[in-house]
């Protein structure tokens, strides 16, 4: 079961995480839903930075998000949007009446097995689920190298969640579809999105100092990043696109 104190650390963060995390690119959002969908439901949607994907993909979109603070930011980003708080493993939606459930960087916060038996409850026979994150490009050295500042356990180039993505009770084998795409981010904006990241966010105040003085001293030694404002930083979407089984 996931780190309930890093889980829980999302719980303040609506407008930082709104500014300065990272979006998804459409190709990811066409892998999970190619066609047009009566009704999709994004689980742990936070800001709804995902679920505005959905809002062109989808007649009906519901999201779900256990913290009021990043419900309300979505909220007022996405009217249209039908919003419960809510979890993975206790959702307030019928049986059977969602054709796709997205979780985008949310999925290893979950309680694994129950969630899995909550989203197949909510799905309609056969229904999608698809799994995202994103995460730094193993080709740039400087991201890779702040990204074991926030997640010292790493291992090279992969997401923390490879672990958890193989099989899901209740759902066939997964497809799987990477996305590279860029970003043109300031120092300031790379900065302050670390700061959102749960590792950063559940640090004690000195532990944090040291964190973001280690990815400033990281920044300015490597050539792609010394001395400059901006920079273009490559990133990579992972998609796992299951069928209920
Ligand atoms: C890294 S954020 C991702 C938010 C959004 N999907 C995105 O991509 O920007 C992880 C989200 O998972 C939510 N979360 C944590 N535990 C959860 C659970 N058991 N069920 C549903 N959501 C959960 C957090 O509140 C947080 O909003």
């Known amino acids: ?10 719980q303040n963060a609506g407008e930082d995480y709104d500014r300065f995390r990272p979006g998804f690119p459409e190709a990811a959002a066409d892998a999970v839903l190619p066609v047009h969908a009566d009704t999709a439901l994004d689980l742990g949607a936070g800001t709804g930075k995902f679920t505005e994907r959905l809002v062109s993909r989808a007649s009906r979109v519901i999201a779900v998000e256990p913290s009021e603070q990043m419900l309300a ?20 939606v019928p049986d ?5 459930v997205t979780v985008a960087q949310a999925f290893h ?11 197949r409850r909510v799905l309609v026979p056969g229904g999608t689920l698809g ?24 291992t090279d180039g992969l997401t923390a969640d490879d672990a958890v993505t193989a099989t899901l009770p209740g759902f066939d084998n997964p497809r ?8 043109r981010i300031t120092r300031a ?16 105040d000195d532990e944090r100092a040291r964190m973001v003085a280690e990815v400033e001293s990281i920044l300015d030694a490597d050539p792609e990043t010394s001395g400059r404002d901006e920079f273009d930083l490559p990133q990579i979407t992972d998609v796992y696109v299951y069928r209920a089984s």
Request: charge should be negative; glycine fraction near 2%; include cysteine.
């Open 189 to 204: 904006d790379y900065i302050a999105r670390w700061l959102t990241v749960s590792s950063f966010l559940a640090a004690s």
């Open 73 to 92: 930011v979505l909220r007022s980003k996405l009217p249209t949007v039908e919003s419960h708080v809510g979890t993975a493993e206790e959702m307030p």
């Open 1 to 10: 079961m996931a780190d309930q104190t890093l889980a829980q650390s999302f």
């Open 109 to 119: 916060w979950f309680d694994r097995d129950p969630a899995c038996a909550e989203i």
């Open 176 to 183: 799987f579809v990477q996305v590279p795409w860029q970003e």
């Open 131 to 154: 799994l995202l994150w994103n995460h730094s490009d193993s080709a740039c050295a400087w991201d890779r190298a702040c990204t074991r500042v926030a997640h010292p356990d790493l």
């Open 96 to 100: 059977a009446s969602v054709d796709v």
